[in-house]
């Protein structure tokens, strides 16, 4: 299996009561490590699996979640960011003529 | 009769994970999960009586009075609820699961850290090269860059 320079390949087995080891089992070209920067690079990765109680909450749950407040209107600051465009003149025949 | 069973979750994720989980189990649940952020649901026995915890979701079973029992679950369901510490925790009646879903707290097990370690290397630009069951094990390969503080310079 090629694995790209500057690059690990990382085989993460999980069992079937879903514990998990992760373990580095390749190395590209430039990218030897010691055994210990090796783990090092693993608890980068994977060390704070556990810690985030809200992980997947932005995928399903944001929207449902989330509370929606009305937006005030700009009532003091009418045309703030409101780009002035002149109205085209427009001209009226009264009938008097040229 | 109920075969109770109970286990703790190894990691920590939200409600929508843990119902992702259970589908993936049996597909059929989806009608039938029941979920409450406030986590004020309650689970029932076979012969109706209440469990003493409250649950975030449930799946329930021919106990529960109000509710249609979901396929899977003859006597009592299943819940989950949150512990003191913030994991998550599944009561569950086994007896009538179907084979692949009788260990059921470690197949969520599973699938919550397989997502987590798919979702964090995605996060991290690692590439993603295999997903696969080997002799009753999940194995996720991917290649990830190395900082240049661990490598080695010649």
Same mark, same amino acid.
């Given at each position: 299996?090629?694995?790209?320079?500057?690059?690990?390949?990382?085989?993460?087995?999980?069992?079937?009561?879903?514990?998990?080891?992760?373990?580095?089992?390749?190395?590209?070209?430039?990218?030897?490590?010691?055994?210990?920067?090796? =783990?090092?690079?693993?608890?980068?990765?994977?060390?704070?699996?556990?810690? =985030? =109680?809200?992980?997947?909450? !932005?995928?399903?749950?944001?929207?449902? !979640?989330?509370?929606?407040?009305?937006?005030?209107?700009?009532?003091? !600051?009418?045309?703030?960011? !409101?780009?002035?465009?002149?109205?085209?003149?427009?001209?009226?025949?009264?009938?008097?003529?040229? | %009769?109920?075969?109770?069973?109970?286990?703790? #979750?190894?990691?920590?994720?939200?409600?929508?994970? #843990?119902?992702?989980? #259970?589908?993936?189990?049996?597909?059929?649940?989806?009608?039938?999960?029941?979920?409450?952020?406030?986590?004020?649901?309650?689970?029932?026995?076979?012969?109706?009586?209440?469990?003493?915890?409250?649950?975030?979701?449930?799946?329930?079973?021919?106990?529960?009075?109000?509710?249609?029992?979901?396929?899977?679950?003859?006597?009592?369901?299943?819940?989950?609820?949150?512990?003191?510490?913030?994991?998550?925790?599944?009561?569950?009646?086994?007896?009538?699961?179907?084979?692949?879903?009788?260990?059921?707290?470690?197949?969520?097990?599973?699938?919550?850290?397989?997502?987590?370690?798919?979702?964090?290397?995605?996060?991290?630009?690692?590439?993603?090269?295999?997903?696969? %069951?080997?002799?009753?094990?999940?194995?996720?390969? %991917?290649?990830?860059?190395?900082?240049?503080?661990?490598?080695?310079?010649?």
């Amino acid at each position: 299996m090629h694995i790209p320079e500057g690059h690990v390949l990382i085989e993460v087995t999980i069992d079937e009561n879903g514990n998990y080891k992760e373990e580095i089992v390749g190395h590209g070209a430039n990218s030897s490590c010691t055994t210990e920067d090796d =783990d090092k690079l693993l608890q980068d990765l994977f060390g704070d699996l556990g810690e =985030d =109680d809200d992980w997947g909450k !932005t995928e399903e749950f944001y929207d449902k !979640t989330r509370v929606k407040t009305p937006q005030k209107p700009h009532i003091n !600051t009418p045309f703030k960011d !409101t780009p002035v465009v002149a109205e085209e003149e427009k001209r009226v025949d009264l009938g008097f003529g040229v | %009769m109920s075969q109770w069973r109970s286990g703790k #979750l190894q990691l920590k994720c939200s409600l929508g994970i #843990l119902k992702r989980a #259970l589908i993936s189990i049996v597909p059929e649940w989806e009608k039938y999960i029941i979920e409450d952020e406030l986590g004020l649901l309650d689970l029932y026995g076979y012969q109706g009586n209440k469990k003493g915890d409250k649950y975030y979701i449930v799946i329930p079973g021919k106990g529960d009075p109000s509710r249609v029992a979901a396929p899977g679950f003859n006597y009592s369901g299943l819940g989950i609820r949150k512990q003191r510490d913030g994991s998550w925790a599944i009561d569950v009646d086994s007896s009538g699961l179907p084979s692949h879903a009788k260990n059921i707290v470690g197949k969520v097990n599973n699938f919550v850290a397989a997502e987590k370690i798919k979702k964090k290397a995605a996060l991290q630009g690692n590439q993603l090269i295999a997903d696969k %069951m080997e002799g009753g094990k999940r194995k996720i390969l %991917m290649t990830a860059p190395v900082d240049p503080k661990y490598k080695i310079h010649a």
